[in-house]
């Protein structure tokens, strides 16, 4: 069992290398489990749409709210959040190498969302892939108690990373 973070600097690069990097690992073999997220833009409004692929194969759930152009609180859909949860969660159940979290977010921070799923897949020595920015990482580090390794935002480094486990 490891976890393992990694942080990208520009906006909106994370979600396509991790959605990249869960589609190698899928190609050569590793069963998949977590989320990535896409973007869509959506005309007139200078925020976009966030969707959770569920891993493997779907579905996709929509995990924003449309609060209107002018708006600039959290459009984060918890109710879709805690539908993309559940759909991991019975993935888990059905037999998993790695689990991949495209954010471990506010939500994750105040103890919701993934949280529960990335800890239950420690406990059963799934190895587990998140995505954090800045403002969240101290609390993934508590979260981890000094487990956690973070890994550059390099595809081949994070496929090295999966690739080393003992069980490949």
């Not at 589609?23 to 749409?49: E, K, L, T, Y």
């Not at 805690?82 to 994750?108: P, R, S």
């Not at 403002?135 to 979260?143: C, I, K, M, T, V």
Request: some cysteine; charged content about 20%.
């Amino acid at each position: 069992m490891r976890l393992a973070y990694t942080m990208t600097e520009g906006r909106g690069e994370l979600d396509p290398l991790l959605h990249d990097v869960a589609q190698a690992a899928m190609a050569r073999g590793v069963r998949v489990a977590g989320i990535v997220q896409i973007n869509s833009d959506r005309p007139g409004c200078a925020r976009c749409d966030m969707d959770a692929v569920v891993l493997p194969q779907g579905p996709v759930i929509r995990i924003s709210q449309s609060l209107g152009p002018q708006a600039r609180g959290c459009r984060l859909d918890a109710e879709g959040l805690e539908t993309a949860v559940a759909a991991t969660e019975a993935q888990l159940a059905a037999g998993t190498d790695l689990l991949i979290v495209n954010k471990f977010g506010k939500q994750e921070a105040m103890g919701r969302g993934f949280r529960p799923v990335i800890a239950e897949a420690l406990a059963a020595g799934i190895d587990v892939l998140v995505g954090v920015n800045p403002l969240n990482q101290s609390a993934l580090e508590d979260f981890a108690g000094g487990l956690a390794q973070v890994l550059p935002p390099d595809p081949s480094a994070l496929a090295t990373w999966i690739a080393d486990r003992p069980e490949i």
